[in-house]
């Protein structure tokens, strides 16, 4: 099974172009992480590494992944670089915690995780289409939206936390989350637009989302 996954993992990556984009490279990132939870003793990777030289240099050194070749070393070195360049924290969700519009467990999908504070209560997520129901439709699930203090919501590339407001987001992409169609955030325009190129999509900011749209993403028509 591991060998499968591996496998899947590099299919058609070409991690020795000099060319690649930003999001390639955060894409490559994310399957080093992958190969890295499967395959070596991640209490001993490197941290804080500069490029990727240096983080190969130290990835040899540590051992900590003894039986990877140099195509899949590079791949774990990227999710090492990565890491050591992130601003922000992933949003941390704990075991158990629910979406309190569809009732999924959310800690299963961290890639899709969204957050709301409210009058110091905490809200997770599994996905930005269901964070702005709750947002919208404050009136059916009994909060005062006055008191949000924290939305936040997950880079489809990076995976850190985000300012929702502040993001750009895909909607209604090829991309499916955990409850279907959705609305992707990114950091940045350009990763946004990346995406698009990739799997289709319509770019929005947090202010052009509206109810009737958010719902739209369900075949619902709102009038």
């Not at 591996?6 to 172009?17: C, Q, W």
């Not at 999001?23 to 990777?45: E, P, R």
């Not at 130290?58 to 899949?72: F, G, P, T, V």
């Not at 499916?176 to 990114?186: A, D, H, N, S, V």
Request: net charge positive; hydrophobic share 40%; proline share 3%.
């Amino acid at each position: 099974m591991k060998h499968i996954l591996l496998l899947l993992l590099i299919i058609n990556i070409s991690i020795f172009s000099n060319n690649l984009s930003d999001a390639k490279l955060k894409k490559l990132s994310i399957k080093g992480t992958k190969i890295a939870k499967v395959f070596c003793d991640t209490s001993k990777l490197p941290k804080n590494t500069l490029n990727l030289d240096d983080a190969l240099t130290k990835l040899k050194s540590s051992n900590a992944c003894s039986n990877l070749d140099e195509q899949k070393l590079k791949l774990v070195a990227y999710s090492l670089i990565a890491k050591s360049n992130h601003k922000h924290s992933n949003i941390e969700v704990p075991d158990g915690a629910k979406c309190p519009v569809c009732g999924m467990f959310v800690y299963k999908y961290p890639k899709w995780a969204a957050f709301m504070e409210i009058d110091g209560k905490k809200h997770y997520f599994d996905g930005v289409k269901d964070m702005m129901k709750y947002y919208f439709f404050d009136g059916d699930f009994q909060y005062d939206r006055s008191k949000i203090s924290k939305m936040l919501v997950t880079n489809y590339y990076t995976l850190e936390a985000i300012n929702a407001k502040d993001a750009f987001y895909v909607y209604d992409s090829k991309e499916y989350g955990p409850m279907g169609r959705e609305l992707i955030p990114f950091s940045t325009l350009k990763e946004a637009k990346n995406f698009i190129a990739d799997h289709g999509g319509e770019l929005m900011k947090f202010s052009d989302i509206t109810p009737k749209n958010v719902m739209a993403l369900d075949g619902v028509e709102l009038k």
